[in-house]
Nanobody
Framework: QLQLVESGGGLVQPGGSLRLSCATS????????VGWFRQAPGKEREGISCISFTGRGTNSVDSMKRRFTISRDNVKNTVYLQMNALTPEDTATYYC????????????????????WGQGTQVTVSS
């Protein structure tokens, strides 16, 4: 069974940074496109960024691309989301997701495209 596990969330002050990690159990990530998403209470799940299976191609939502950076290390079988200059509006549960399509072009930052999900990690930005 394909399982993803997010880690690295927590409580951070406004202006702070966090790095989230997405690891797997039962499969290797190097054959998958991976995305990061988030969902705040009462809001719909929204896309943040995705990265191709090689790591050379990324795609990010415009509103977050200046502060959030996705990367992957296929040797460590982990995908990361570096988040800087966090604000209270970034408070949400953050999820990683994987899908087996090997995009040669731009990967989709659309949650409906991804069949495999982790349980999420909570990020709270507060003073």
């Amino acid at each position: 069974q394909l399982q993803l596990v997010e880690s690295g969330g927590g409580l951070v002050q406004p202006g702070g940074s966090l790095r989230l990690s997405c690891a797997t159990s039962g499969f290797t990530l190097d054959g998958f496109t991976v995305g990061w998403f988030r969902q705040a209470p009462g809001k719909e799940r929204e896309g943040i960024s995705c990265i191709s299976f090689t790591g050379r191609g990324t795609n990010s939502v415009d509103s977050m691309k200046r502060r959030f950076t996705i990367s992957r290390d296929n040797v460590k079988n982990t995908v990361y989301l570096q988040m800087n200059a966090l604000t209270p509006e970034d408070t949400a549960t953050y999820y990683c997701a994987a899908e087996p399509t090997l995009y040669l072009g731009i990967c989709p930052v659309e949650h409906k495209q991804y069949p495999y999900w982790g349980q999420g990690t909570q990020v709270t930005v507060s003073s």
